[in-house]
């Protein structure tokens, strides 16, 4: 097989990332979808595994047989909610510095990530009032002065749900699991997200 032009091999990382961070926001709205009706019919852990092991296959969770009807997800099928998409494809992207680091193999260069920072901003990006505390600017700071990478957590996602939310915001069992499920999501999808990065990085 010819191998990918810079070109080509820079833009199939910046689907992957844009494709994952679309896997990552159905991820959560089928964990909210199962805590309805079907919580005790359908495993959590099989929307865990379904999509790591389908990581850009953001609509691999239609084989769970469910219908994502928006009237039975609420205020997670309205428009305002999709922001948090946008959110999520941000937070992926500023870490393309660190992603850079852990390619060793690679001799991709810095201008080369901005490319694919840039190509990902132009698929759509949001960070309302700075809710993601960092950026592409502080990590790549952050890796010139050799400091460990962040943990990439979900403080954004609770602070975008109290903020910004409605329903969500409510304290009660639904809401409740679905952000326990969030806290375990993000970590576990950025760490296989990762992996496919650096595995691109490493082909150039």
């Not at 749900?161 to 970590?187: K, Q, S, W």
């Amino acid at each position: 097989m010819k191998p990918l032009s810079l070109d080509d091999s820079l833009r199939k990382i910046a689907d992957t990332i844009d494709l994952a961070s679309e896997s990552l926001f159905n991820a959560i709205k089928y964990c909210y979808l199962v805590s309805e009706t079907d919580f005790y019919n359908v495993n959590v852990k099989d929307i865990f595994k379904m999509g790591l092991n389908n990581l850009t296959n953001p609509d691999c969770f239609a084989n769970l047989g469910l219908n994502l009807d928006e009237s039975r997800i609420g205020e997670m099928g309205t428009e305002h909610f999709k922001e948090i998409l946008s959110i999520i494809r941000y937070s992926f992207a500023i870490r393309l510095p660190f992603i850079k680091r852990y390619a060793t193999e690679s001799s991709i260069k810095d201008n080369h990530i901005k490319l694919v920072y840039d190509a990902l901003e132009k698929y759509g990006f949001l960070n309302p009032d700075g809710i993601v505390e960092e950026s592409f600017k502080s990590m790549s700071w952050m890796v010139r002065t050799k400091k460990n990478e962040p943990p990439f957590e979900t403080e954004w996602f609770r602070r975008w749900i109290y903020t910004y939310g409605h329903d969500l915001a409510a304290i009660n069992n639904r809401n409740m699991f679905m952000l326990g499920c969030v806290e375990a999501l993000f970590p576990l999808y950025y760490a296989s997200l990762q992996d496919m990065v650096v595995n691109e990085m490493n082909k150039i």
